[in-house]
């Protein structure tokens, strides 16, 4: 898995 | 104690083009993910077991962390009514369009504005300035969106209320910044520096074409060329060091549909690997001016596939794509201006309206700015344009996209056509988490 990007 | 987990509801889950994996987003978290066949699995078996908390392998805990999965206890829609609730009561911020001039010096093919107003009154520039030294003592961050007209038709009047402003901001300790929309015309490598200082850090300015293609639907008022001016002015502008975002956009229809490869081939040629010069297609519609019935509109199956089938092609000629589009898949990112109570548009004259396009319509006539800063605001006609999104609509309600839009992408389109305004970026979900997913891997290579 990979994060292209996180919660905020 | 045994913890039940489920897929949130705010998820969206796609296919990544020509390969293996998926695509996870979360709109209530704004979250992007990419997952393997393997974690799809383990991911699609998660409701079928009990888990507990302390046993979830570390890829179901990050997807915990980014809000893919949730406790069956969740509430989401609650969660989500709270973030809807959140935005109508900020009054920490506040999101000013300001027109400076209403006149301008282009006369586009599709401009739905009447130009009926010239520069902005010294009583609306004196009210504005009281209005902000008033505001800036409770709120904590001020956004400026300089509109007109072309504002670069009155740049005194922008350096005038930008140090007042600026002051207003620096003494109460107010965050402050600022973008422009431009033709780009008079928007010289002088004037950039300038309005830099000015902390105008965004700037959007709209090509349709190379050259004539360009010329024949972005025209000066006499009819003269434009392309070549603009182009120059964004060349020198290339040189400038400093920090800012030049949205480049483009606006067709069926006219110049053809035209709009060539200009990305020479966007790549310009601009190819400077981060800060980013793509912005959008189509162009019916916008409720005098042209309506003369502009080529393509219609909303081809307008949606042409935009991100060459928004693709321009990320692949490597122009970045504009970060608005990867922002609008933020919780609230896709919520209009006009919906927001701390938002407003102030015209030259001081009337004061919601939306930015249908300045001459009633409802749109908001208050008025005095000289003293007070404004005189019609809190019946606001509340038309604030309250009339997912709480009037119980299809958005259970829309995996309520947390970004909120039922409010475009309270103005809703109003003339009682549709639901569903923004670009959702009716085309799997290209546009395919391009920002692309777009991640091009930064990262």
């Keep these: ?8 | 104690m045994a913890h039940k987990w489920k897929l949130s509801r705010f998820n969206r889950n796609v296919q990544i083009e020509g390969q293996g994996g998926r695509i996870l987003y979360n709109s209530l978290t704004g979250a992007i993910a990419t997952i393997d066949s393997i974690e799809e699995i383990q991911l699609q078996s998660l409701s079928k077991k009990n888990d507990e908390k302390g046993k979830l392998s570390e890829i179901l805990s990050t997807l915990c962390e980014n809000g893919f999965i949730v406790s069956e206890q969740q509430d989401e829609l609650l969660q989500a009514s709270q973030l809807h609730k959140s935005l109508k009561n900020d009054t920490s911020t506040m999101h000013l369009i300001v027109m400076p001039t209403e006149a301008c010096n282009f006369r586009c093919t599709y401009c739905y504005q009447s130009f009926q107003h010239g520069s902005m009154s010294e009583e609306t520039i004196r009210g504005l300035k009281n209005a902000i030294k008033n505001f800036a003592q409770r709120i904590t961050h001020l956004s400026i969106s300089w509109f007109g007209g072309e504002p670069l038709l009155a740049p005194e009047i922008i350096a005038d209320l930008s140090a007042s402003f600026l002051e207003s901001c620096n003494a109460n300790n107010v965050v402050y910044g600022a973008d422009m929309s431009t033709n780009g015309y008079h928007l010289t490598k002088e004037r950039f520096q300038e309005l830099l200082g000015l902390h105008v850090r965004r700037f959007m300015i709209t090509l349709d074409g190379i050259g004539e293609s360009h010329d024949r639907r972005r025209k000066l008022s006499g009819g003269q060329s434009t392309y070549g001016r603009i182009i120059e002015n964004l060349k020198a502008i290339r040189d400038v060091d400093g920090l800012f975002v030049i949205d480049i956009r483009i606006n067709f229809d069926e006219q110049n549909l053809v035209n709009v490869p060539e200009l990305l081939n020479e966007l790549s040629l310009l601009f190819k690997g400077d981060r800060r010069f980013q793509l912005l297609i959008r189509p162009v519609g019916c916008w409720g001016g005098p042209q309506d019935d003369r502009i080529p509109v393509c219609d909303r199956t081809s307008a949606d596939y042409h935009l991100w089938e060459l928004t693709n092609q321009g990320i692949e000629l490597g122009i970045p794509l504009s970060e608005t589009i990867g922002d609008s898949l933020l919780p609230s990112g896709s919520v209009c201006y006009a919906a927001k109570s701390n938002s407003m548009v102030v015209s030259s004259n001081g009337n004061l309206h919601k939306c930015s396009i249908a300045l001459d319509e009633d409802t749109n006539r908001v208050g008025k700015i005095h000289s003293n800063g007070n404004m005189d605001l019609d809190m019946e006609k606001i509340s038309m344009w604030t309250d009339s999104g997912e709480e009037t609509d119980t299809v958005c309600q259970s829309c995996y996209y309520r947390p970004s839009c909120q039922g409010n992408h475009c309270p103005l389109y809703r109003m003339r056509t009682g549709k639901r305004p569903c923004p670009h970026e959702k009716r085309k979900i799997k290209q546009v988490l395919n391009l920002l997913w692309r777009e991640a891997n091009s930064i990262n290579i």
């Design chain 1, 1 to 8: 898995m990979k994060l292209i990007r996180p919660a905020i």
